[in-house]
């Protein structure tokens, strides 16, 4: 579960372009970000405008808050009692925009997502 949750915010967030401003998740704001590992497994990740998220991974939730720093959206944990210990708090990656409706693919081997931004909340 502590690989899942590690492997959750470099999917949902990896991307290869760089944006400044909170603009960048504005789309993102009351939809679900769904990651899907190679065996199908997923992790949902809600943004709010409040620089609040969630994140559910099988029947865990974690909670924490994020802000745009350069070209990276950094997720500060709430507790990092179910994060692996090697899970950096905060955890820095790059972001893109998206729209609803697209989907993407993050990451290489294990790492490997397709991720979808879904509307509403899933």
């Known amino acids: 579960m502590r690989i899942v949750l590690m492997s959750t915010a470099f999917a949902v967030l990896m991307t290869t372009a760089a944006f400044a401003d909170d603009s960048v998740l504005a ?14 497994a997923q992790q949902k990740l809600y943004y709010n ?8 991974v ?11 720093d350069g070209g990276n959206v ?10 692996p210990a090697t899970m950096p708090n ?3 990656l790059p972001v893109v925009a998206h729209n609803v409706g697209d989907t ?3 990451g290489d081997g294990a ?6 931004l879904v509307k509403g909340i899933q």
Not at 27 to 40: K, L, V, Y
């Open 27 to 40: 789309s993102r704001f009351g939809n679900t970000t769904i990651a899907t590992d190679t065996t199908g």
């Open 49 to 56: 405008a409040d620089h609040t998220f969630t994140a559910k």
């Open 58 to 68: 099988g029947a865990q939730t974690i909670n924490g808050t994020w802000k745009i």
């Open 74 to 83: 950094c997720l500060t944990y709430q507790s990092t009692a179910n994060l």
């Open 90 to 92: 905060p955890t820095c």
């Open 104 to 106: 993407w693919t993050t």
């Open 111 to 116: 790492m490997k997502r397709t991720v979808t």
